[in-house]
């Protein structure tokens, strides 16, 4: 029997990750605002989610965090901000870790998965959704339609190397099919075009889709996935391994994340606040319950953990595909 992809599940086993810290762990009491750089335009699951935990944590923080859209480059603009910002903790970014991951592999940024303190707030799954005008009811007909016309079914994503783009490329690699690839400056963008007509298809995640799915200005086909999801307020989207036998993809896990080298009170005092208030949050376990996500609240070892298979599967999907210029292995990236 296949599982849901559901909260309750995702909760317990993020919950059990999240290990308490010492009542001696010094706190970190921030002098002026923290800037949160969202490497993408505003409104995609990113933009979505970081301003959720970023409201939570201000009230643990007592100060503000400003959240800077700064989109370009499928993410590694704003992550190279942060990355080359001083290293007094004032200064974050966010994003899914599998993009985080293989931005050296593109050759986009010099930087790795280990060089940055990961804060996991939920997981994702991208759906295969088409614009409703479009023939194709069912997956098969959409990828028998691809195979008969290869390069020409578009597909919008918020560009090279993230999620979207890695789910579309699994299933093209699984399917032996081919597309025209349009590439947007995030993920909402990329729905909202499909929406408008200027591609046939997305590939983009579940919570950036979920209104659209639910108001029918989009048709889900499948989630690209071997596990069904139940969308709040629509019902359960099938998987696309009930039309491709054994295809599997690695959960997504979304963060904020703060580059190593910053004073050992900012880490400690984020990680208490992700123990006493992030995996409490009613309101993140609300948002991700609306749109078809698992409240994952992670960080440290067992968030790094949690992260490498859709690393891995990314990196060297990109690579194989001739999308990437360095090897994966070259740069700590194993072979799945």
């Known amino acids: 029997m296949k599982h849901l992809f559901n909260l309750k599940y995702a909760t317990a086993m993020a919950l059990a990750c999240v290990v308490a810290l010492p009542a001696s762990a010094q706190q970190w009491k921030p002098s002026h ?10 409104g995609g699951a990113t933009d979505q989610v970081s301003r959720i935990a970023a409201a939570e944590m201000e009230k643990a923080l007592g100060q503000t965090i400003v959240i800077v859209n700064q989109p370009g480059a499928s993410g590694s603009i704003g992550t190279k901000s942060a990355l080359d910002a001083p290293k007094d903790g004032y200064t974050w970014t966010a994003g899914a870790a599998q993009d985080l991951g293989s931005y050296e592999t593109m050759g986009t940024l010099k930087t790795r998965i280990a060089d940055w303190h990961l804060f996991l707030t939920v997981a994702n799954m991208q759906v295969l959704s088409v614009n409703p005008a479009t023939p194709y009811q069912t997956p098969k007909q959409l990828l028998d339609a691809m195979k008969a016309n290869p390069g020409k079914i578009s597909v919008a994503t918020a560009g090279i190397g993230t999620a979207g783009h890695s789910a579309i490329d699994l299933v093209a690699k699984a399917a032996n099919i081919t597309y025209k690839h349009v590439t947007y400056d995030g993920g909402n963008p990329a729905v909202i075009a499909t929406v408008a007509g200027e591609a046939q298809v997305t590939s983009q995640l579940a919570g950036e889709q979920a209104d659209m799915i639910r108001g029918k200005r989009l048709r889900a086909l499948a989630t690209i996935s071997d596990k069904p999801l139940n969308l709040e307020g629509y019902g359960t989207i099938p998987p696309l391994s009930d039309t491709i036998p054994g295809f599997t993809a690695p959960l997504n896990y979304f963060g904020i994340f703060i580059p190593k080298g910053v004073p050992d009170e900012v880490v400690k005092t984020v990680e208490k606040i992700w123990t006493d208030t992030i995996a409490k949050s009613d309101a993140l376990k609300k948002y991700a319950t609306s ?7 992670m960080y440290g070892d067992a968030a790094q953990k949690a992260v490498m298979p859709a690393v891995q599967a990314n990196a060297w999907t990109l690579y194989n595909s001739g999308k990437a210029k360095v090897s994966p292995d070259t740069v700590g990236i194993p072979k799945l």
């Open 33 to 42: 605002p923290i800037h949160l750089i969202v490497p993408w335009a505003a």
């Open 291 to 297: 749109r078809g996500a698992l409240f994952s609240p």
